[in-house]
């Protein structure tokens, strides 16, 4: 359906984004970040609307858009961008056709064709209402449609589920993964969640202050998060060796063990703090352990083990950790 | 219970209410002296004398065609204002809103020096052609657009900024080019501005008097606008200028309930 091709880019907008980007035909590539670090200007260097910077460069199936510059409405891009931008003043099916008209089809083809992408996206029966008598999930389904009826080459969806009710987007996660595995070009998620990374990326790229921060697939970039960032994403504690920076540990929450006394026994580290703060996680609690490192320790406990050892702010514990629940990595992808 | 009047804060005091007592007398004083003043019985004769339905005529006429040409030449130039970048920008928007503030009988003036039989722009145009723009209804429609235009263009301005460029941005990655844009995204969403700007243009050429007669002059029939022939008339025919007024009274009125309703209030706020 649509002509493909992979992605190369290099953005080096000054100040706010220096960033690589290589992605092939059918890739679903998750970017996720803390906010500011850029992953909105990516989407628009890509989509045309911001130059790519001096050293920058965009190409998309070998074919470059910025050497000579190419605009915006001569890419095929499908950019959904946050908060939908839904024209507010035609129905939904005119929004869908809007892209299908700007490029020369007719009236009636147009609407023809944005009616089977509104009944594909599951808002078909929505087609004559205007944007503001549409749900926050209806809306987000709608600018989804608008952007695939165009058969972009680049598909660029910002955030898509933020501001959504749980189980609309929910909903939403599910065919969005279902459009997402079918569409052939490449495709950028811009995610604040973890498990839309994880689940719905068949590569993840974290941006962090403007700059890379890692990259790689789900399952790496889950097991071995590089940054803080990615660290609290997968719910990980990632320590780096006071000995060896150049090594991180990562472990899970849920495998440290909270004790008064130091713990005796073999083969666990362990780490002497005072308690920071107690927070309900799951069905039990999460709680972070301040100690030497810079970033406190989280261990997942039971609320009879919190009753126990009366676990309040302050006071002074042991956190260990069995060696066996560890994993240990260079914290670069070369090292 | 408390009552409306007094407030958790105390009693409005005295040293502000009696003066906004005045000053609610002093602005609606003069409307009452208007209407009592009217000629009520003769109102329908005074209307229909050959002077005043050519006042009137002359008045609707260079009143719609001032919204038709701001319409037309206004509506780019709030657009190039809001949308494109460039040097100087800062400069052109100070520059053509400066007829907003400046005394109506000095745009005349300006108007005569630029226009004028032996203008700027009108000696040449008279040479060429012939033409003569002064003294002629054209003027009179000349006058009113460039006093009325800068209140046009700051309305629509103010509201293609409001509407933001989001919604042009996602219309050119949908292939769509910038005139398409403007056609079917930008004026659909400025149209409450638009709408607001042209009331407003239409009661600045409907009350235009200054530099009306200083560019057009008075005569009736051909550049007589209804001020113009209150002015004239005011000190021979009292009941005739106050029929007049009473009407451009009433038109005012219009005006305001138009800007007061639903359309032009979204577009003040959206």
Known sequence: MSAGGGLDARVEVPGRLAADLRADAGDVVAVVGPNGAGKTTLLRVLAGLLDPGPGGHVSLGGRSWTDPPVLPRDRRVGYVVQGQALFPHLSARENVAFGLRARGLGRAAARERADVELERLGVGAF?????????????????????????????????????????????????????????????????????????????????????????????????????????????????????????????????????????????????????????PYGDGVRVAVRTTHERPVLADVTAAAVAELALHPGLRVWASVKETAVTRYPATADG | MTGRTTSTLGRPPAVLVVPAALASVFLVLPLVALVLATPWSTFLDNLTSPEVLDALRITALTSGLTVVTCLVLGTPLAWVLARVDFRGRGLLRALVTVPLVLPPVVAGVALVSALGRSGLVGEPLRDATGITLPFTMTAVVIAHTFVAMPF???????????????????????????????????????????????????????????????????????????????YTVLVNDPEGARTLSMILLLSSVLVLAALRNRWLTTGASA
């Open chain 1, 127 to 279: 087609g004559d209402r205007r944007p503001g008598q549409l749900s926050g999930g209806q809306a987000q389904r709608v600018a989804v449609a608008r952007a695939l009826a165009t058969d972009p080459d680049l598909l660029l969806l910002d955030e898509p589920f933020a501001g959504l009710d749980v189980g609309v987007a929910a909903s939403l996660r599910v065919e969005l993964a279902r459009h997402l595995a079918s569409y052939d070009g490449v495709a950028l998620l811009v995610t604040h969640d973890a498990v839309d990374a994880l689940t719905l990326g068949t590569r993840v790229l974290v941006l962090e202050d403007g700059r890379v921060a890692q990259t790689g697939t789900p399952a790496d970039v889950a097991a071995h998060p590089r940054t803080d960032h990615v660290a609290r994403l997968v719910g990980l504690n990632v320590l780096r060796a006071p000995d060896d920076p150049g090594r991180l540990t990562a472990f899970r929450p849920s495998a440290v063990t909270l004790s008064v006394a130091e713990p005796t026994g073999s083969a666990r580290l362990r780490w002497s703090g005072s308690v920071e703060q107690l927070t």
């Open chain 2, 152 to 230: 046009y263009v700051i309305s629509v301005e103010g509201a293609l900024r409001t509407a933001g460029e989001q919604y042009d941005e996602v219309a050119s990655c949908l292939g769509a080019t910038r005139w398409t844009t403007f056609r079917r995204v930008t004026l659909p969403l400025a149209l409450p501005g638009v709408v607001a700007g042209s009331v407003l243009a239409w009661a600045r050429s409907l009350g235009e008097f200054g530099a009306t007669v200083t560019f057009a002059g008075n005569y009736p029939g051909a550049t007589q606008t209804m001020p113009s022939r209150i």
